[in-house]
C-alpha cells in the first residue's frame, strides 16, 4: 500500500505518517542485557475476562511473577475492545502508546502495514523462543504474508454453535450438522410470545457481523480480496453468504429483531445462558461469561458452525489476540522478554483456563473448560475448519466498512424493512468502494 493510500484511509494505516516520530510510553532503557533488567514497560491488554477488573485480577500475579524472575516492571491497563482500536490508532501518531500490546489478530496486517511496529525477524524470533513453538495456522495471522511479522499468537479463539442440551432434549431434536438442520431447529424452537427465540446474534457489532459475512461467504467458496490485493466484496458467493445470515432475522424469524441493537456478543450470550435463546454462535472465551451467569458446563453442547448442504466446511476464522511490540520502544530487550515469557508453556497454561483461550503452542492440550468434548470441537474446529481473514493491508477497512453495512441491513430488518440480494449487494459495492478509494485500487 502507498504513503498516499494511508492518508486516504480513515482507518489504523491512515495513521503511517505519524509513526518516524514516535516514542513509546516508557521512559526507560533497556540496560541490563540480553532481557532488559531494571527497565519499565507500558503494556496494554485487551479484555479477555469477565470485566476489565477481571483482566487486572488475573494479570496482576502473573506480571509479577515475570518481574521477580526479570527485575523488569510492567505498568499495566486493560482496555475494552470498543476503545482499544482508537487508543492504538492514537499511539501511532502520538507517541504516547506502550511498549508491548495486545491486538485482535485479524488487525495484524494493517497495523503492519503502518511500520509502526517491532517486526519479529529471525533475532527477534529467536528472542522470544522460536517460531516452531507456535502453531503455524496462529503464527500465520502474525501479518502479511510473505514479510517478517509484527505480531506472535498470544490467545487462540475459534467460533462454534452454543445449544442448550435441554431445550434440545424437550424438542426431540439432534445437534445441527448443516445450516438447514441448524434453521429447522431455530424454527423449532421460536416461540415469539413467549420471547423465546432459537437464536441470540449481535447483530448492531460490526466486529461480529463481518466475522459472519467472511465465513458465510467463505462457505459459499467466496473471496473478499484478489490476489493482488483488491476487494472483490461484491460476488454472488458473498453476496449470498450475507442474505442467508441476514435471513435468521428476516425471513426465518429465529431471531429477536431487538438483535439488531446488540452491539456486542456479551448481549447475546447472555440472553442464552438465562435460557431466552437456544442457539448462540460465540468464540470459546464465550464459557466465562455462560458460567458467570449461573449455566452449567454441562448444560451445553458445542458442534462447529454448519455449513449449508454442499458448501466449504469453514466454521471459523482463524480468531484470537496476538502480541506485539511498538518498534520505538526504548526498552526492546526487555520488550522481547516479555513477549517471552508471556507466550512460553507456562504462561499460557496459567492464562488460558480464565481467560477460557485455545493454545497457541505446539503440542498443548486445552485447559479452558472442564467439558473434554468441548474442548476437543473448538481444538478440532481450530485447526481443521479454519480459513485466515483476508492478509492484506486493508483488512481492517473490510472489517469496518463491511460490518458497519451489515449492521445497517440488520437495523433496516429490525424496523420492518426488507432485505434483497440486491439490496445487499448495493451495500457491499459501497463498502468495496470505500476501501477501492482509501487505498488507491
Not at 446488540?262 to 464459557?287: C, E, H, P, R, W
Amino acid at each position: 500500500m502507498t504513503r498516499r493510500a494511508f492518508l486516504a484511509a480513515a482507518s489504523i494505516s491512515a495513521l503511517a505518517l505519524g509513526v518516524t516520530a514516535c516514542s513509546s510510553g516508557s521512559t526507560t532503557s533497556s540496560g541490563g542485557g540480553a532481557t532488559g533488567a531494571g527497565a519499565t514497560l507500558t503494556y496494554w491488554a485487551s479484555n479477555q475476562g469477565t470485566s476489565l477488573d477481571n483482566d487486572k485480577q488475573v494479570l496482576t500475579p502473573v506480571l509479577n511473577a515475570f518481574t521477580k524472575q526479570t527485575g523488569v516492571k510492567v505498568n499495566l491497563e486493560v482496555i475494552g475492545w470498543n476503545d482499544l482500536q482508537t487508543r492504538i490508532q492514537t499511539a501511532i501518531t502520538s507517541g504516547s502508546g506502550p511498549d508491548v500490546l495486545n491486538i485482535g489478530n485479524t488487525w495484524a496486517s494493517s497495523l503492519q502495514a503502518t511500520g509502526a511496529f517491532l517486526p519479529y525477524d529471525s533475532a527477534a524470533m529467536t528472542a522470544i523462543g522460536g517460531k516452531d513453538k507456535f502453531v503455524k495456522a496462529a503464527l500465520d495471522t502474525g501479518g502479511m504474508a510473505g514479510q517478517d511479522p509484527t505480531s506472535v499468537p498470544l490467545y487462540g479463539l475459534a467460533y462454534g454453535l452454543y445449544y442448550n442440551k435441554a431445550m434440545f432434549k424437550a424438542a426431540g431434536l439432534n445437534p445441527p450438522t448443516t445450516w438447514e438442520d441448524m434453521v429447522a431447529a431455530a424454527k423449532k424452537l421460536t416461540v415469539p410470545a413467549k420471547q423465546r427465540y432459537g437464536f441470540s446474534l449481535a447483530a448492531g457489532s460490526y466486529t461480529e457481523n463481518v466475522h459472519f459475512a467472511f465465513i458465510n461467504g467463505s462457505q459459499n467458496g467466496g473471496e473478499w480480496f484478489d490476489a493482488a490485493g483488491k476487494p472483490t466484496f461484491t460476488s454472488d458467493q458473498n453476496v449470498q453468504g450475507v442474505l442467508r445470515y441476514l435471513d435468521l432475522m428476516q425471513t426465518d424469524k429465529v431471531v429477536n429483531p431487538s438483535n439488531a441493537q446488540y452491539d456486542n456478543g456479551t448481549k447475546a450470550v447472555n440472553d442464552f445462558a438465562s435460557g431466552k435463546v437456544a442457539m448462540i454462535l460465540n468464540q470459546n472465551n464465550a464459557d466465562n461469561s455462560i458460567v458467570s451467569n449461573g449455566m452449567k458446563s454441562s448444560e451445553y453442547g458445542v458442534v462447529p458452525f454448519p455449513s449449508p448442504s454442499g458448501g466449504q466446511k469453514i466454521a471459523t476464522f482463524i480468531a484470537g489476540i496476538n502480541l506485539s511490540v511498538m518498534k520505538t520502544t526504548k526498552s526492546k530487550d526487555a520488550a522481547l522478554s516479555f513477549v517471552k515469557y508471556m507466550t512460553s508453556a507456562e504462561t499460557q497454561k496459567t492464562l488460558d483456563k480464565p481467560f477460557a483461550a485455545l493454545p497457541v503452542l505446539q503440542g498443548e492440550t486445552p485447559v479452558f473448560t472442564d467439558n473434554s468434548v468441548e474442548a476437543k470441537t473448538f481444538q478440532d474446529i481450530y485447526a481443521t475448519m479454519s480459513k485466515p481473514l483476508p492478509l492484506v493491508a486493508a483488512e481492517d477497512q473490510f472489517e469496518s466498512t463491511v460490518g458497519k453495512a451489515m449492521s445497517a441491513l440488520f437495523a433496516k430488518v429490525a424496523t420492518g424493512g426488507t432485505v434483497s440480494a440486491a439490496d445487499v449487494k448495493s451495500a457491499l459495492k459501497d463498502a468495496q468502494d470505500q476501501v477501492t478509494a482509501a487505498t488507491g485500487g
